[in-house]
Structure formats: structure tokens, C-alpha cells
């Protein structure tokens, strides 16, 4: 028996609600309501919907804050988010789908669209279904992951170390046959990674991005011939393990591909036609790094030695091929950190952390301790109608429960002694002023409205080296979850 589709509807209109309902229900979906902000957590968890239906006109800020939660709010999985809306959706699609949200309907709703695009959504989720139960397979391109890759790497290194020429022991009438030195393996591993990925989901989005990954992905497999092995190790990286004999014509592998890789049509390139590129117009591109496989050698060591020659890659301005072991000179990075030049040229709004959230002054300061506890902030801006600053309600200031302000507005609690720095503020002086001021937060505006904070603490922190566990979350393992934490520990001596 077809299992029926499980659709949780959120929205503060009962009318809304009592419609979806209605229609759904008739046409043998299991239907829960939720109405408020609790009743739709509850319902994720105990619920587990395959769908979720968020009316967006509670307004933007509360449906991404749904979004998320609903990405990460329960064990089930991530549901499909399709958002209703009024009239232009505009602005509000681009922040909600970085949210979480899979589809978008107009309201009025129609209900034969709306069926369609629950079918729709039906096959989304048996596709990811699917796909989450191929081992090893990378969900966006369809490529070996890492631990595949690994696993094909090896059985191919083992296969070729068996075809070497065994030595031979030789008799006094014959010399022994040489054993193959440890750089005769013709295997090469190549570490590519897509130039400036960040730039792309940025400017154009998420979605545009995992296009080109997965063009790119496409583009690799073609690229690197018919006996290569192609993997993807996330966020724009990729591993091609190839047969190559030699550094030379590994280089010269590594070069056909990147060239061909830098002339071909990209997502949103720019084309005889006109139009907007992914990176202001240009081509997409990747960096490549190589190293050879050794007998002896672990294919993570191997792996790690590609990753290193990619990072030289990077470091001598992308869109190159750089061989492990080549000698390159200090990177200039380097050279202005060695003279005290590395932060010369930066200003408050490079090291900023972007105001996402703000208060209202007359919103109970309850709602105010709420959300500071909720967005795990060193501190919220409070601001007038008008959107300029009246002060900062800070964390380590905060009661331990918000009861202490009971009956009190943000704008009162709010501390008024704040400092205050443009974008341009050079680095040097936001340094400066922390060690002479013992206030924990500058507040960075742009007309009399913050948008962004500076601490001492991350400033501090900038330095002191980090990993992917620095940021780890207990429990949290979906990337909509993903939140920076606390900087301080890092900055302590």
C-alpha cells in the first residue's frame, strides 16, 4: 500500500489553514496544522512531515528563521519547504531559499498547481531517498565521495604495484633485474578546485553555484579520459586519481584539462550575446594540484600531497597547475605578515561580523533576551523605527533569565555608551582601541545604521589557527545548522 504524503501546513491565517487542510485531506494526504512558532517544532519532531506548506505572511524574518529550523528541527530528515506568498516574491526568494525553502507558490493559492507541485515534490524526495542510499556517492554530482575514492585508489594502486616487475634474485650467470624506483608508479592523484566558489554563491546564489559544481563535475569526468577516476570531496573540491607516466606529462595532463576547463561556457558566463558571468564576466576555473602515488605510501598521504600542491596553486593566483615538491618562493601573504604589513589594507568592514538581526527600542526586552540567547551573539543592536542605532543589548551584560526584565522595552536596557566606526575604519585603529577601551563591541554603520559589529575577541582570533572541528556543533549535523561559535577560547593566550 502507497504510504500517503505527510504535509504540515504553517500559517497564522485560520482561513489558510482550514482550506489546505480541506483540499489535502480529500485528496489522501495525512494533513497536520500548526498556527504558531511551537506548533510547528513540535509537529517536525513528532510529525516528521515530507512536506511543509509556510505561509510567508507572518513576513520574511520569522519564515527564515522556520526555514532553518525546519532544515535542522528534527531526525527525520529535511523536508520539502515550499513558501506561499503574495504578490511579488522578489525580494524574499533569494534570502528564503539560502533559508532552506525547496518551492514557492503565489496566494491566492491554486489548488490543481498546488497538486502539481506536490507530486513534484513527491519525486524530490524519493530521488534524495535514493540517492542517500547509493554508498559513496556524492548527492550533487554524483560522484565517488571521499571515502570512495579512497577505497577505488587503493584497489587501483594495489592492482598496479602487482603488474611492476618483480626483482629478480638473479644467478652468477645474469644480473638481477633493478626493483622500479618509488616515483616509477605511473598514477598520479590531481586535487582541482573550483576558483573562487564563495564569490559565485555569493553574488549569484547557492543554486547557481551547485549548477556549476555540477557542470563542472561533468566537465572533470569528460576532461580526464576514459581510465581516470573522478571524486568529488565537497564545496568545489574534486580528486582525479589518472595514469600518467612522469611529472612532465603529468603537468602537461593537468594543463590540457585546466585550459579546457577556462574555455569552456559556464554557468552565466558571458557569452556572444551579452549577459553576467560568474565571476565578473570571466570563465570558470580551476586550480590543480599533483602528486604521485609512491609504493609505500598511504593514498591519504598521497591525497595530502595534492592538497598541499593545490594550495601552492592557489597561493600563486588560481587557475594554474602546481607539481608537489616544486619550489615556490614565500608567498607574499607571508612576506607582509613577517614585515607587520598583513593587515595594511584592511578596513572595519572586511573583519566585521554582518548585523543579520536588530530590535526594535519599544520591543519587550523578554523578546530581546530571547533572541540574543537564540542567535548566540556577542550582542544585538537595538534601533529606532527609522533603523538608526540606539544601543546594544550585550551577552555578558544579560541576565541569566529574562525575567529580571520583566516589563522593560530593548530600548531601555539597551547600553547608550557604545563606540561607533564607519566601514572604511582601518584596522589598525579598531586594534588600537581595544587595548586602550575596555567595551567588549564596535558597532560598524553605514548612514546611522549598524551594520556589523567588531569585538577584541575575534579580532584576536583572526591569527590563531582553526579546523572544520572548531566550528562542530554537538547534535548538529545538517549545514543549515552550521553556526559560528564563540570565538573567545580560540583568542585566550
Not at 525547496?102 to 496566494?107: A, Y
Not at 513527491?122 to 571521499?146: H, S, V
Not at 608508479?185 to 555569493?202: K, Q
Not at 523578554?366 to 550585550?394: C, D, F, H, Y
Request: glycine share 8%.
Amino acid at each position: 500500500m502507497t504510504q500517503a504524503l505527510r504535509v504540515l501546513v504553517y500559517s497564522k491565517d485560520r482561513q489558510v489553514l482550514a482550506h489546505l487542510w480541506r483540499l489535502l485531506a480529500a485528496c489522501g494526504h495525512e494533513v497536520r496544522q500548526a498556527g504558531d512558532d511551537p506548533a510547528m517544532v513540535g509537529e517536525l519532531e513528532a510529525f516528521a512531515p515530507h512536506v511543509l506548506l509556510v505561509d510567508l505572511e507572518p513576513g520574511l524574518p520569522e519564515l527564515l528563521d522556520l526555514c532553518r529550523a525546519a532544515s535542522s528541527g528534527h531526525s527525520s530528515g529535511k523536508p520539502y519547504i515550499m513558501v506561499l506568498g503574495r504578490g511579488r516574491l522578489s525580494e524574499a526568494i533569494q534570502p528564503a531559499w539560502e533559508a532552506g525553502a525547496d518551492d514557492f507558490l503565489q496566494r491566492p493559492v491554486v489548488y490543481g498547481e498546488l497538486l502539481a507541485r506536490l507530486r513534484f515534490a513527491a519525486r524530490a524526495l524519493e530521488f534524495e531517498r535514493r540517492i542517500a542510499r547509493l554508498p559513496g556517492i556524492d548527492p550533487l554530482t554524483g560522484l565517488p565521495n571521499r571515502a570512495a575514492f579512497i577505497r577505488r585508489m587503493r584497489a587501483r594502486l594495489l592492482e598496479v604495484t602487482q603488474q611492476q616487475p618483480a626483482p629478480d634474485v638473479g644467478t652468477p650467470a645474469r644480473k638481477a633485474v633493478p626493483v622500479p624506483s618509488p616515483a616509477a608508479l605511473p598514477l598520479w592523484v590531481a586535487m582541482a578546485d573550483l576558483d573562487r566558489l564563495s564569490a559565485i554563491n555569493r553574488r549569484q546564489g547557492w543554486p547557481t553555484g551547485d549548477t556549476v559544481l555540477q557542470q563542472l563535475a561533468e566537465a572533470l569526468v569528460h576532461q580526464a579520459g576514459q581510465h581516470a577516476t573522478v571524486g568529488s570531496f565537497g564545496a568545489g573540491r574534486f580528486a582525479i586519481l589518472v595514469e600518467c607516466d612522469g611529472s612532465e606529462k603529468a603537468r602537461a595532463w593537468a594543463e590540457n584539462v585546466r585550459t579546457a576547463l577556462a574555455a569552456s561556457q559556464g554557468p552565466g558566463q558571458t557569452d556572444s550575446s551579452g549577459g553576467s558571468g560568474t565571476r565578473a564576466g570571466g570563465p570558470v576555473t580551476v586550480s590543480i594540484g599533483l602528486a604521485p602515488c609512491q609504493p609505500g605510501l598511504a593514498p591519504e598521504d598521497v591525497i595530502v600531497q595534492a592538497e598541499q600542491a593545490l594550495a601552492a596553486a592557489k597561493s600563486t593566483g588560481r587557475n594554474t597547475a602546481c607539481v608537489y615538491g616544486e619550489v615556490l618562493g614565500p608567498p607574499k601573504g607571508w612576506t607582509d605578515f613577517a614585515a607587520g604589513r598583513l593587515f595594511a589594507h584592511t578596513r572595519a568592514a572586511d573583519v566585521m561580523t554582518v548585523v543579520t538581526r536588530v530590535v526594535q527600542a519599544d520591543a519587550p526586552a523578554s523578546e530581546a533576551w530571547s533572541l540574543l540567547r537564540r542567535l548566540a551573539t556577542a550582542a544585538l543592536p537595538v534601533v529606532q523605527p527609522n533603523g538608526k542605532l540606539v544601543g546594544l543589548i550585550l551577552a555578558e551584560h544579560a541576565p541569566p533569565t529574562p525575567h529580571a526584565w520583566e516589563g522593560a522595552t530593548a530600548g531601555q536596557v539597551a547600553e547608550r555608551d557604545v563606540p561607533l566606526e564607519d566601514e572604511g575604519a582601518p584596522f589598525e585603529r579598531l586594534r588600537e582601541f581595544f587595548t586602550r577601551d575596555s567595551r567588549p563591541a564596535i558597532v560598524i554603520q553605514r548612514a546611522g545604521k549598524p551594520v556589523g559589529l567588531v569585538t577584541a575577541d575575534c579580532l584576536a582570533a583572526l591569527g590563531v589557527p582553526v579546523s572544520p572541528e572548531t566550528f562542530a556543533m554537538p547534535g548538529a549535523e545538517s549545514t543549515a545548522a552550521l553556526a559560528v561559535p564563540d570565538l573567545r577560547p580560540l583568542a585566550a593566550p
